[in-house]
T-cell receptor, first 115, second 111 residues
Framework: NAGVMQNPRHLVRRRGQEARLRCSPM?????VYWYRQLPEEGLKFMVY????????ESGMPKERFSAEFPKEGPSILRIQQVVRGDSAAYFC?????????????FGPGTRLTVT | GQQVMQIPQYQHVQEGEDFTTYCNSS?????IQWYKQRPGGHPVFLIQ?????EVKKQKRLTFQFGEAKKNSSLHITATQTTDVGTYFC???????????FGKGTKLSVKP
């Protein structure tokens, strides 16, 4: 019974490159959430997706960031032209129903370092 | 927008002492969830509170939801070194599935 999978676990990118973060939800879960966590900070909501739909992207920066959750395959968080300020831990979580009612199961995170 | 605040930000205790973290929301919550994140790890769900005035216990952990559903607390009795980590509360943010997390309380326990 695999939990939420994220890869890569660590990602190093130079300024200006693209970062692609992948998340496979728990089996049977169709709701995926992405969060960003800076060192010593809390979790900042970025985006909530269901299969093929973005439900809430109110926490996503307007530029350079995008997310998708295709019918087949993992959810992808894409950061274009990364800057040093993008360095953070990015966590994906999934739930079987909207997170308001059910707990969210978090993946191990991707630690992004921009050099 | 809705805000969820937690205090204290840090708490250092001697093993065996009690610990409490408090969570306050700027608006009424439909429910509140608590998560624990070990150093270097990821958040792990602990519990959800839904009813006004609800109290739930998990061994040495006691969770409370305020009568007005705007505040909550987590109390740990007789802390152990395994309790080390950051405890987050999270409330429903008004749009479907958008949990608002507090900044967390980082607990360290001295043996």
């Amino acid at each position: 019974n695999a939990g939420v999978m994220q890869n890569p676990r660590h990602l190093v990118r130079r300024r200006g490159q693209e970062a692609r973060l992948r998340c496979s939800p728990m089996k049977g879960h169709s709701h995926v959430y992405w969060y960003r966590q800076l060192p010593e900070e809390g979790l900042k909501f970025m985006v909530y997706l269901q299969k093929e739909n973005i439900i809430d992207e109110s926490g996503m920066p307007k530029e350079r960031f995008s997310a998708e959750f295709p019918k087949e395959g993992p959810s992808i968080l894409r950061i274009q032209q990364v800057v040093r300020g993008d360095s953070a831990a990015y966590f994906c979580a999934s739930s079987q129903s909207p997170g308001q009612t059910y707990e969210q199961y978090f993946g191990p995170g991707t630690r992004l370092t921009v050099t | 927008g809705q805000q969820v605040m937690q205090i204290p930000q840090y708490q250092h205790v001697q093993e065996g002492e009690d610990f409490t973290t408090y969570c306050n929301s700027s608006t009424t919550l439909s429910n509140i969830q608590w998560y624990k994140q070990r150093p270097g790890g990821h958040p792990v769900f602990l519990i959800q509170l839904v009813k006004s005035g609800e109290v739930k216990k998990q061994k040495r952990l006691t969770f409370q939801f305020g009568e007005a559903k705007k505040n909550s607390s987590l109390h740990i009795t007789a802390t152990q070194t395994t309790d080390v980590g950051t405890y987050f509360c999270a409330g429903y943010g008004g749009s479907q599935g958008n949990l608002i997390f507090g900044k967390g309380t980082k607990l360290s326990v001295k043996p």
